[in-house]
């Protein structure tokens, strides 16, 4: 015996089936569809590959499912999966997390028994290849949603074997919920040799060798989960991880893409001079820079319009835009100027946030809005008095021909 196994796995997290995606500002019935339906497609691209390499096991490290009501149509597809993965005697292990808690997962549709759901005390399962013992797999599900207590005590490696401790939790990640808080040096202590762990969302190879490990989730479902997503495939050589091969497996690569206005005089040359076929498929655009084009594009419709049509041009869909361009303006001469609209400029860019706050308030009927008052960001009542501004200047500046 002793770790001298060579065998290959796939560990994946956080597959949030059937998840309701959140930013999508443009309405689209189709579209919608489609991406209700990818988050499916990442598990199926997931399973093929697994059957393609013809792996040992695949890990799946806690919130497979996206919420509590999860369809029959999520749990039927989520079966039809580890089927196929049963047809090739792949097994597979799941650690639940904060999302799929082992109270939610109602047995209504029954798992095939290629499938090892891990308790909620945590238990261990020892992978067989021809004859021999070649893994060690231990793992521990949330019972409930909220677990705040560390996990990764319950679980214990087998020295003799390659150690795989699978389990949902947060190694010190500020931007993601607290559950089953715990950090590196613990996981380090337990003895395992790869940490296949779900909950944060971006992908991480925190530690190698041994490795710890968050392949990330496999479909982004807002603009703040970009990039491509997928999962790892981890070769094991000599009873060491040899290779991470990241898989990708999400359809949809979410993105961010500015426009910058500056320099173009007709909304043709926009439209033609942008590619956006790196950023993503599914993007929120931000038209910047200042120009002659503001104008037009103060109008919400038109400023839609070409924003669907610049992301159609380069194969991706538009979830959302915002405008924050500016008018072409000589603002340092127009300020220097004696008139009504030099002094607006002038008031504009001098003002203090909180005097602004405080004439808000003062406003007759404003009591009814002060909760709403006090809570615009200071940055973002400063852009709104330098836009009011900029308005006025281009409205003044109209009238004058
Ligand atoms: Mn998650």
């Not at 194969?315 to 340092?332: I, M, S, Y």
């Not at 308030?361 to 973002?380: H, M, Q, S």
Request: hydrophobic residues 35%; negative net charge; contains cysteine.
């Amino acid at each position: 015996m002793g770790k001298d196994g060579d065998f290959t796995f796939i560990h994946c997290a956080d597959l949030h089936l059937d998840s309701q995606f959140k930013g999508l500002a443009i309405k689209d019935d189709h579209w919608a569809k489609e991406m209700r339906e990818s988050t499916f497609i990442a598990l199926e691209r997931m399973v093929d590959i697994a059957r393609s390499k013809n792996v040992d096991l695949v890990v799946l490290a806690g919130d497979i499912f996206d919420s509590d009501e999860r369809s029959v149509r999520a749990q039927f597809r989520f079966r039809d999966a580890m089927s196929r993965l049963g047809e090739e005697n792949i097994p597979c292990f799941i650690a639940c997390g904060n999302h799929d808690p082992l109270e939610d997962w109602k047995d209504s549709v029954r798992l095939p028994e290629n499938v090892h759901r891990f308790s909620a005390a945590g238990d261990a399962v020892k992978i067989r290849k021809n004859g021999k013992e070649l893994a060690h797999v231990a793992g521990i599900s949330y019972p409930v949603r909220d677990v705040r207590e560390d996990l990764s005590p319950y679980l214990s490696p087998d020295d003799e074997l390659f150690s795989i401790a699978v389990l949902h939790c947060n190694v010190g990640n500020d931007d993601h919920a607290p559950y089953s808080p715990t950090t590196k040096e613990i996981l380090l202590q337990r003895g395992f040799d790869y940490y296949a762990l779900g909950h944060v969302h971006g992908r991480g190879i925190l530690n190698e060798r041994p490795h710890i490990v968050y392949p990330g989730n496999t479909q982004g479902r807002h603009v703040n989960e970009r990039d491509v997503k997928g999962c790892y495939l981890v070769t094991v050589r000599g009873g060491a991880v040899s290779t991470m091969d990241f898989i990708p497996l999400s359809p949809f690569i979410w993105g961010r893409y500015e426009v910058d206005i500056t320099g173009h005089t007709s909304l043709d040359s926009l439209i033609d001079t942008n590619d956006l076929s790196q950023a993503g498929n599914i993007l929120e655009l931000e038209f910047v820079g200042r120009g002659p084009l503001d104008s037009e594009l103060r109008d919400h419709e038109k400023a839609e319009d070409l924003a669907s049509l610049i992301c159609s041009r380069s194969g991706a869909r538009l979830a959302r835009f915002k405008v924050k361009t500016r008018p072409e303006l000589d603002l340092e001469s127009l300020r220097q100027g004696k008139d009504l609209l030099a002094s607006i400029l002038r008031t504009a860019e001098g003002r203090e946030v909180n005097d602004t706050r405080a004439e808000l308030k003062a406003l007759p009927g404003a009591l009814r809005f002060k909760r709403w008052i006090d809570a615009i960001e200071d940055d973002e009542l400063s852009e709104i008095v330098e836009e009011a501004s900029l308005l006025l200047a281009d409205r003044l500046l109209e009238d004058r021909g």
